[in-house]
């Protein structure tokens, strides 16, 4: 079988899924071919496997450029899109597995093109709520349901993708075009929420599918380290852990700040991973900033030595560091947010109310003191996030839809 994918990076947690994906496909025979453009994340370094790249790192640019003063998202990249198109063309996959599309490096009026005129199947994963909306990829916060119907007068569009001007009515209609009438295309989605999301959305007459993100259980385990030592933390105080890229209001970074003017200092001690310089200027003196990891071991380290890994996100998926931190015996407290919740159980972890950071305070005290969570449960959970499982399930449902 041979099987296509595009991503908007070989990076980051769309990243390794595709990358992961693939190389899954390719340890039972078949052959693959991905392809993602290159941004600020990948430009100088190489993921561990070859890919296609689509465009070159100054094409994307200009592509972001025109679409922030046009407002017409995804609409240009004509020359890379058809030199990808002709190595796709050539290629002749069975199954063109689709990730995320937004980002302004491919042109997608010519891919669904391409897709109808050469009916190839599609298995569409949808990482966030860009598909279905005229702009935003999450519109949770803004409250935002116009998606519904038909988006305009959009209060996000001088957010990603930035625009400087409101062009959500003509994107809503465009999408909704290019992206209807495909004859074989399946749609998955790592969470229920975001599935219950699709049904109620232009997408919803397209076969859906829960397929939950996973996550490497030979490097996310319990890993014994000299973390607490090597930042002065006392054997006395609970670490709260937060593990975020792109630390905002979107992550509840204001969330940390606040708890740590409130909780108790003799007793607890907020770490923040994935901070940076403009970051730390907001943090408070008490809270630990780490602004990377060298490698994911290094991670799994610190996810072990936590007490309690919070996540008080505002917009969400399927957040893979509630998984890898419940891999590694620690138990998650998360706002009711997404498909946040659904990765704990009653025996892995708490869920707050949205937003609700009384709430949320009082279920950290609550937990650290009275230890409800054990690291044997969190552990015997985690192995159903194996990715290796994840990865058999889209080999799967690529037989099935071969056979649509």
């Known amino acids: 079988m041979k099987v296509a994918m595009i991503n908007g990076g070989v990076f ?154 409101d062009n959500s009515k003509k994107m809503f209609r465009l999408k909704k075009k290019w992206f209807t009438g495909v004859k074989n295309l399946t749609i998955v989605t790592p969470s229920q929420w975001l599935a219950d999301l699709v049904k109620q959305s232009f997408l919803k007459d397209y076969p859906i599918k829960v397929i939950h993100n996973g996550i490497d259980l030979t490097v996310f385990k319990p890993t014994p380290s000299d973390f607490r030592k090597k930042y002065g933390i006392s054997e006395n105080k609970s670490i709260l852990l937060g593990v975020a890229f792109g630390w905002g209001v979107r992550k509840g970074l204001d969330v940390f700040i606040e708890l740590a003017h409130r909780l108790d200092k003799e007793k607890f001690q907020i770490v923040l991973v994935g901070t940076d310089n403009n970051v730390d200027k907001q943090l408070p003196q008490e809270i630990i900033s780490i602004h990377r990891t060298q490698n994911q071991a290094e991670l799994a380290e610190i996810y072990s030595a936590a007490d309690l890994f919070v996540n008080p996100t505002r917009e969400e998926n399927y957040p893979t560091v509630n998984m890898e931190a419940i891999a590694c015996g620690t138990p998650v407290v998360t706002f009711r947010t997404g498909g946040s919740p659904e990765i704990l159980t009653e025996r892995t972890g708490s869920v707050t109310g949205y937003n609700d950071i009384d709430a949320l305070q009082k279920e950290i005290e609550r937990i650290c003191e009275t230890k409800p969570f054990s690291k044997e449960d969190c552990i015997t959970w985690a192995k159903e996030f194996d990715e290796n499982v994840r990865f058999k399930e889209y080999l799967e449902l690529y037989k099935t839809v071969l056979c649509l």
């Open 12 to 165: 980051g947690s769309t990243g390794k899924i595709m990358l992961g994906i693939a190389d899954s496909l390719e340890k039972f025979g078949n052959q693959v071919f991905c392809a993602a453009p290159i941004t600020v994340t990948n430009k100088d370094r190489e993921p561990q496997r070859e890919y296609y790249k689509i465009g070159t790192f100054f094409s994307r640019r200009i592509n972001v450029l025109l679409s922030r003063m046009s407002g017409a998202s995804n609409c240009y990249a004509q020359c890379s899109t058809k030199k990808l198109l002709k190595n796709l063309i050539a290629f002749q996959p069975d199954v063109l597995h689709l990730h995320n599309l937004h980002g302004d490096y491919i042109n997608l009026p010519l891919l669904f093109k391409y897709i109808k005129k050469y009916n190839v199947p599609v298995v569409w994963t949808l990482h966030d709520c860009w598909a279905f909306t005229g702009h935003c990829p999450h519109f949770t916060i803004e409250k935002c349901e116009k998606w519904k119907e038909h988006c305009f007068k959009c209060p996000q569009y001088r957010k990603y993708p930035k625009s400087l001007f």
